[in-house]
């Protein structure tokens, strides 16, 4: 019999990256979708055909029921966030219900639904949990300051996550994640603003981008090489915690290099207007983490290297972009 999974957040970066990592393995898909008429349902139709769509919200727990009552999964991998840190400034109320109280709602709706206790649960938390950090490299054992209101929703959805596994006995996951990227990568975040403003300057379709904060640094791998580690948490004997990343830290500076240097530019400054409005009240100045955990228990590495991945990104770009030229 095939494996079922539900995914949340299937319109998003990881969730179109792991469900089609599934469906190789064999797993039956579902995911779930919200919103009455979701522009992106039809970039995962055309994308991913054979993920069976389910309507619902993790605003909505009715819903989340209904979703599990009718995929019958083995495994939830719970994706769906407000994830983008910037605008959780602008939005706490609902950050903290989505991306905060939705694993809640997720991880009751199972308690509810699976009386048989079969659902392995998969949460995606994430490296903006260390946010001032207190150590570096940061572990599963590094204590959390989160910075922002999304950093501090993803610190209740990782103790609550923990909370149902040691109250409940569920088989429940935390992958704490450092940042991962991806052609799929939504433009708001730092590495698509890069790698597509790149595109758009060779190709003579755009000669500024207003910029805030340049001194961040950051671990960023390839989503592809996430959402496998996801699948083997959750494939192992015992529910744990795992921190994924690169053990790589690369500034924003290091990011427009590579992305440029993949255009043949070579100084991108006078393209850059800075702009404080794009700055935070509270930043994230440096992460790096530590994945010897999930190295020695899951036999996890990172394969796309730093450079490797923006090269795939501006090449991706590059492409879209020339679309639009012509
Ligand atoms: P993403 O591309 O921004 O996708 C977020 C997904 O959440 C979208 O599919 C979105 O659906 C969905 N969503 C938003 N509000 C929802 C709601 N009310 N109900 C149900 N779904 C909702 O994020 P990602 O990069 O794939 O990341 C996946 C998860 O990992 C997120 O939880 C993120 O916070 C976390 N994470 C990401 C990183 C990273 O660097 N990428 C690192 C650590 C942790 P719509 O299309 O309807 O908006």
């Known amino acids: 019999m095939a494996k079922r999974a539900l995914i949340t957040g299937i319109t998003g970066q990881d969730g179109m990256y792991l469900a089609e990592f599934l469906l190789d393995k064999g797993y039956l898909v579902f995911g779930l979708i919200r919103g009455q008429n979701n522009p992106k349902r039809l970039i ?41 840190v910037a605008l959780s400034f602008k939005q706490p109320e609902l950050t903290g219900n989505i991306t905060g109280l939705g694993a809640m709602r997720m991880l009751e709706a199972i308690r509810i ?12 938390s994430s490296s903006e949990m260390f946010g001032k950090v207190r150590e570096t490299p940061q572990t599963e ?25 040691e109250s409940y006995d569920m088989f429940a996951c935390s992958g704490i994640l450092f940042n991962h990227e991806s052609p799929r990568r939504g433009y708001e975040f730092v590495t698509r603003k890069a790698t597509r403003f790149a595109a758009r300057v060779k190709l003579g379709l755009q000669k500024e981008l207003a910029f805030g904060n340049f001194d961040s640094k950051r671990d960023w791998g390839y989503s592809g090489d996430y959402v496998r580690a996801m699948w083997l948490m959750l494939q192992q004997d015992k529910p744990d915690d795992y921190v994924i990343a690169t053990g790589e830290t690369h500034s ?18 006078p393209y850059i207007k800075q702009d404080e409005r794009f700055m935070r009240p509270a930043e994230v100045d440096v992460l790096t983490g530590d994945y010897s955990k999930a190295k020695k228990v899951l036999g996890w590495e990172p394969k796309v290297s730093f450079p490797e991945l923006i090269k795939m990104m501006v090449k991706n770009d590059l492409e879209i972009e020339a679309k639009k030229k012509d």
Do not use: C
């Open 252 to 269: 924003i500076k290091d990011l427009f290099d590579l992305a440029f240097a993949e255009v043949g530019i070579k100084d991108w400054k």
């Open 113 to 124: 639904a699976d009386k048989a206790k079969k659902i392995k649960y998969y949460q995606a």
């Open 141 to 165: 054992l590094t204590p959390f300051h989160p910075r922002s209101p999304y950093g501090v929703a993803k610190v209740y959805a990782h103790y609550i996550t923990l909370n149902y596994r």
């Open 44 to 84: 995962v139709e055309q994308e991913i055909p054979k993920v069976e769509l389910i309507e619902g919200d993790l605003a909505d727990i009715s819903s989340l029921v209904e979703a599990l009552v009718y995929s019958e999964p083995d495994e939830v991998y719970n994706l769906g966030a407000m994830s983008f």
